[in-house]
């Protein structure tokens, strides 16, 4: 297997999806065919679904921080912890996943591209309370209100079609350009990830326009995984732990 050296002349920017996760036992996206109660997860987990039935969505949340409170941290989580106390400033965490598994394991460079599953907001964009941490499992037909204004609260989840938080896309941009500047190694690594859901999924292109180097892990080839320079196929919480050479 190839090694992924990680020097004190590498910037590493990692990106994770549900596949490092599922090792763990938290279900991907595919894994579940894209399906839930029968419904396409993008009708069910969107502004859309949530006006026309806002219980189902609730159904489904609390459903997943039932799941997600059970579950550990696996050996892919463990191995980007220890990669991140090596490279310290020079290390960068980006994740679409929300079962906040990485802040768990002990990541602390680390931003939540698609939010954070157990944090909720209100639904009523002119509210002035922010987002607030929320593990709470709501009964099966219930929907939470806003303590504040009385809107329905949601999750504070990016949904198909809702723009992600502009300051997370920021750091992560500028982590590039300042690897860039400093004149070090730039190196992107994708793990479990479908590579079909944008903006994340054209990562691998920017840091490869901008001279990086790029890497895959993944059990099967993602959608995008033509645009990697090297691909380790296999399980995330196998290979990771075996990849990176610490130097
Ligand atoms: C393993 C493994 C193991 C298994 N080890 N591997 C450009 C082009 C076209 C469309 C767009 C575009 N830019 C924006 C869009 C629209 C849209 C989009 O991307 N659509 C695509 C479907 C084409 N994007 C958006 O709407 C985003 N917003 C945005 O860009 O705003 C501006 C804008 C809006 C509209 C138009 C244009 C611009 C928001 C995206 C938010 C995504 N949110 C979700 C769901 C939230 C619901 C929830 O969590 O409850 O986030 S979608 C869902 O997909 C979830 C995930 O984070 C995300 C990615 O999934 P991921 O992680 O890749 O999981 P899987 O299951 O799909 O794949 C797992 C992979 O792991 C597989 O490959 C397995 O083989 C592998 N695997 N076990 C290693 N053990």
Request: hydrophobic letters at 40%; one cysteine or more.
């Given at each position: 297997?190839?090694?992924?050296?990680?020097?004190?002349?590498?910037?590493?920017?990692?990106?994770?999806?549900?596949?490092?996760?599922?090792?763990?036992?938290?279900?991907?996206?595919?894994?579940?065919?894209?399906?839930?109660?029968?419904?396409?997860?993008?009708?069910?987990?969107?502004?859309?679904?949530?006006?026309?039935?806002?219980?189902?969505?609730?159904?489904?949340?609390?459903?997943?921080?039932?799941?997600?409170?059970?579950?550990?941290?696996?050996?892919?989580?463990?191995?980007?912890?220890?990669?991140?106390?090596?490279?310290?400033?020079?290390?960068?965490?980006?994740?679409?996943?929300?079962?906040?598994?990485?802040?768990?394991?002990?990541?602390?460079?680390?931003?939540?591209?698609?939010?954070?599953?157990?944090?909720?907001?209100?639904?009523?964009?002119?509210?002035?309370?922010?987002?607030?941490?929320?593990?709470?499992?709501?009964?099966s037909g219930t929907v939470p209100g806003c303590k504040e204004c009385g809107a329905l609260l949601r999750p504070h989840i990016v949904w198909f079609g809702?723009?992600?938080?502009?300051?997370?896309?920021?750091?992560?941009?500028?982590?590039?350009?300042?690897?860039?500047?400093?004149?070090?190694?730039?190196?992107?690594?994708?793990?479990?990830?479908?590579?079909?859901?944008?903006?994340?999924?054209?990562?691998?292109?920017?840091?490869?326009?901008?001279?990086?180097?790029?890497?895959?892990?993944?059990?099967?080839?993602?959608?995008?995984?033509?645009?990697?320079?090297?691909?380790?196929?296999?399980?995330?919480?196998?290979?990771?732990?075996?990849?990176?050479?610490?130097?």
């Amino acid at each position: 297997m190839e090694t992924l050296l990680l020097d004190s002349n590498t910037w590493l920017l990692v990106l994770t999806g549900a596949g490092v996760s599922a090792e763990s036992g938290v279900p991907t996206f595919r894994g579940m065919n894209g399906l839930w109660e029968d419904q396409p997860v993008t009708e069910v987990a969107s502004p859309r679904g949530f006006a026309k039935d806002p219980m189902r969505v609730w159904r489904f949340y609390s459903q997943r921080r039932a799941g997600a409170a059970d579950v550990s941290p696996n050996p892919g989580h463990e191995a980007l912890v220890a990669w991140e106390r090596h490279l310290g400033d020079r290390f960068l965490l980006a994740t679409q996943n929300v079962d906040g598994l990485h802040r768990r394991a002990g990541s602390q460079r680390v931003v939540e591209m698609h939010g954070n599953l157990f944090t909720s907001r209100c639904s009523n964009p002119d509210c002035t309370r922010p987002p607030f941490p929320d593990t709470t499992v709501y009964a099966s037909g219930t929907v939470p209100g806003c303590k504040e204004c009385g809107a329905l609260l949601r999750p504070h989840i990016v949904w198909f079609g809702e723009q992600l938080d502009p300051d997370d896309l920021t750091r992560i941009e500028s982590f590039a350009v300042k690897a860039m500047r400093s004149g070090g190694r730039l190196v992107f690594l994708a793990a479990g990830t479908s590579g079909a859901v944008y903006p994340a999924a054209g990562m691998v292109d920017n840091v490869r326009a901008a001279g990086g180097e790029t890497w895959l892990v993944n059990l099967d080839a993602s959608e995008n995984a033509s645009s990697f320079e090297h691909f380790v196929q296999g399980k995330s919480g196998e290979v990771l732990p075996k990849l990176g050479r610490l130097v």
